[in-house]
Structures are given as C-alpha cells and as structure tokens.
C-alpha cells in the first residue's frame, strides 16, 4: 500500500480466468429464485430504465418479463455488459459515487438462477417495486428536493429514422438574471422517451455580452458553458462549497444537439431538449471555490497543447490496425480532479488519465478499457478519493483506437480512419470534471485528509 497526498490507494486485481472459475463454481444448496434473490438485483440496478414506456428495449419489472429474456441478460451481465460500466478494475482509484455496476455476487445470483431454470419461487419473496419518478421528470429535482430555478429548451428538430448524424445549433433565448447567480447543479434532459433514443450528446452554453474585456477580440463576451450531456450522464451536481458564475444581463443561449439515429426504426417528429439549472439562493455569499465544471482536455491534436484545433492531425488509423494517441496538460495551480469522461466513436477501445507529479512519481487515477461509443458514461471519484494535485502535475491522456474485425462496433474495417464529426470518423478528448484551488485550499484539504487516510479500494 502506498501513499499518495495523504491518501492510501488499493487497487485490486480480479484475473479474468479466476472471475469466470468463479462464475461457474457451485452456489449454495438452495434453488436461486426471481422472487427472492434477482428481483432485489434487477430493482436497484435495472429498472430505472428497463421499465415500461422507457427508451430501453425491454421492461425488467415482472417475472414474465423477465424470464422471457433471461438468457439475453445472463449473458450481458457474465460479460460485464450490463448495467453498463466500462472501467478497468484492475488499475487506478476505484471509488466511484456513480458505480453503477454490480458486484460478483450480484453476477453469480443470476447466472446460476438462469443456469438453474430462471424459476419464478414464491411471490410473498417479492421486495415491493420502488417508487419510481415519472418518466421525464427531472432526476435533480428528486435528490435536491426542488424543481431547477432556471428551465431553458431548443426550438424543435425533427429526427429521421435510419438516418446520418445529424446536428441541431440553434440559438435560443434567455431570460436575463436581475443579479448575478452562483449555479450548483444541472441537468440536461433529452424528450422522453424518444427524444432519449436519438440524442447521442450535446453542449449547451450561455453567451453574456458585455461582461469581459472589451478589448478583447470577442467584443467583451462571455462563454458560460451551463450544461453536458452523454448517453449515460445528464446530470451534475457540484460539490459543497462549489459554483459556477452566472453573469446579469443579456445573453443568448447557444446548442449543439448531436442526433443519431442509425438503429432508430421510427421517426421522432418536434424533438425539444430541455436544460434545467439549480441555483444557490439568492443573497447567498459566493461558494469557496469558483468552477467552470467539465474542461474539456484534448489529445485530439499535435504536441499536447490544451487549445483546439480545427482538425485532429494525429487521428490516421489503419485498415484493420490500431493506433495510439498521447497528450499532455499541465496544471498551473493545484486542482481537485471530480469526475473523466472519454469520448471517442467507433472505434475507441480505451481511455485514461494518469498524473505525473512534480516530484517525478506517476499514478493512473483511471482507466476505461471497453469503451463503447453508445454510452457516454462520466466518472465520478467519491468525495474523499477525489484526486488532490499539486500545482505543476502533468496530467497524461492516452488513447487507444481499435480498426480490426474484432471490434465489435467497428463499421468497416477496410476503411482508414481520420478525424471528424460523424460516428464513423473519429475524435479523442476527455471531459474531466476540475475544480481549480488557492495554496491555502490545497493546504487546508491535504491536511483534512491526512487525518483521515481512506484505502481507495473497489
């Protein structure tokens, strides 16, 4: 066990032949039914989309249901599959607030109920089926206890069946704030349930007149990027004592709706994507610590440097190869690294994020091994496992594109790969969730933390 910024880190090793061993090793004596020991599994990992009238495939909430696919899940779930999360747990801090993916007990329970008959057992063993939000209501307003403060919405766009990607940039308006406001907490809600089905990502941001530099090039404006969204992660809350600034004044409210809908059989007619921002309450003094959120950090471009690019210059895969992809951003004062979230297409295979400190020490803080581009999952490190960095620690993304036949998302195999918007081109950046600190704050969390070590552990 070592020790890192007053934090002692675990990772543990799960060999894949010792995991499938283990799947198939005998459970105890008595049968595993649905009732008793898979519906407790399938209530608190599934059903919050595999439920009726949901943009998922099938409903998970009854036996019947159920057993009917029962060797579908049996396979998806042996194979780690589903619910989906894609993080190598074999390296890097492995203490998510988000981990959505079930433990090897919860995989051996399933597998050997459908490896048993997939028996229905006794309905007096049934847990009661959660209460579950309405679909399409807003997933905030449920933890914060509050409707959001602050409800913004594109113009409508209407999706083709089976079509091309397609994007939606419209300008919308915005209601201008009598003062400025510190922001906690977003979420970005696609229409439910088709709206759900063809949104793939999108970016929503905020432009402020006026309240910059007037010299500036851009007239003085400001860029407030309010909200991100990825088939998988809607939502962001920050943490206590954290905000983001929203100016006074007049602004526009700009979009950029990515729709994909290659495997969607129906049109979806009069799209609207909603936005809804939570607010501190007014009066109240400004959070510790200012955050503008996700940044994105690029290895999409040449040398490192974190500025974009028209073009991807480095993406070049070849016919049936691979390639791999570095890039460098080098923290200027310290920071407190939240969440990652990978983004590639088709063929991405893997992801990370490691810190080279000042010192010359490296550490991998995470890793996402079976990227797959139809979710875009976000990361998030709990509270006290959060990585602390010192001002001048290089932070190192690497990527790794897979071209071959073995992939299994791959659309053509045959083809060379560059940049570019489309699914079937590529692109390599990574949303890193960053809150950036004084000396003192820097200080004042590694002391805290040093007084309570925590083994980062999965």
Not at 155 to 179: F, H, I, K, R
Not at 238 to 250: C, K, N, Q, S, T
Not at 275 to 284: D, I, K, Q, T
Request: glycine content about 8%; some cysteine; charged content about 25%.
């Amino acid at each position: 066990m070592k020790t890192w910024n007053g934090i002692s880190r675990v990772a543990v090793a799960i060999a894949p032949a010792a995991f499938a061993a283990a799947l198939a090793a005998p459970t105890a004596a008595q049968t595993v039914t649905f009732a008793r020991d898979v519906a407790p599994i399938l209530y608190e990992s599934c059903i919050q989309c595999h439920r009726e009238g949901s943009f998922a495939p099938m409903s998970l909430l009854r036996y019947e249901d159920a057993r009917r696919y029962a060797s579908a899940i049996r396979y998806r779930v042996a194979n780690r599959m589903m619910p989906p999360w894609h993080v190598d747990q074999t390296v890097g801090i492995q203490r998510f607030a988000n981990d959505a993916s079930l433990s090897d007990d919860e995989i051996r329970t399933i597998v050997a109920w459908v490896d048993q008959g997939a028996e229905r057992g006794n309905d007096a063993d049934m847990p009661p089926v959660p209460a579950l939000p309405e679909g399409g209501a807003w997933q905030l307003e449920r933890m914060l206890g509050r409707a959001p403060d602050v409800v913004i919405r594109t113009t409508p766009y209407s999706v083709e069946a089976q079509g091309q990607d397609q994007w939606w940039n419209p300008g919308t308006e915005w209601a201008p704030l009598a003062e400025a406001r510190w922001m906690m907490a977003y979420e970005f809600k696609p229409a439910y349930p088709n709206g759900l089905k063809v949104v793939h990502h999108g970016h929503t941001n905020v432009v402020f007149a006026g309240t910059g530099d007037p010299n500036a090039e851009d007239g003085g404006r400001r860029t407030v990027a309010v909200a991100h969204y990825g088939v998988g992660k809607a939502y962001e809350v920050f943490p206590d004592g954290v905000g983001m600034r929203l100016p006074a004044g007049e602004a526009t409210v700009e979009w950029d709706i990515h729709y994909s809908s290659l495997h969607v059989d129906d049109p979806v007619p009069n799209d609207v994507v909603e936005v809804g921002l939570w607010l501190y309450p007014e009066g109240e003094p400004a959070p510790e610590i200012a955050t503008e959120g996700e940044v994105l950090f690029r290895v999409d471009r040449i040398n490192g440097h974190d500025r974009p690019l028209a073009r991807g210059n480095d993406i070049l895969i070849p016919p049936h190869g691979y390639q791999v992809l570095q890039g460098v951003h080098v923290l200027d004062q310290p920071a407190l690294i939240s969440s990652f979230r990978p983004h590639m297409h088709t063929r991405g295979k893997e992801m990370s994020i490691e810190a080279i400190y000042p010192d010359g020490r490296r550490e991998m803080l995470g890793k996402v091994d079976d990227y797959k581009h139809v979710w875009q999952l976000s990361y998030d490190f709990e509270e006290d496992a959060k990585p602390l960095l010192p001002q001048g620690t290089v932070l190192l993304f690497t990527s790794v594109f897979d071209n071959t036949a073995d992939n299994p998302l791959n659309p053509d195999p045959d083809q060379w790969v560059v940049f570019g918007r489309r699914g079937p081109d590529e692109m390599s950046h990574m949303w890193v969730g960053i809150t950036y600190l004084t000396e003192e704050q820097f200080e004042e969390i590694r002391r805290r933390r040093e007084q309570t070590p925590v083994a980062l552990s999965h």
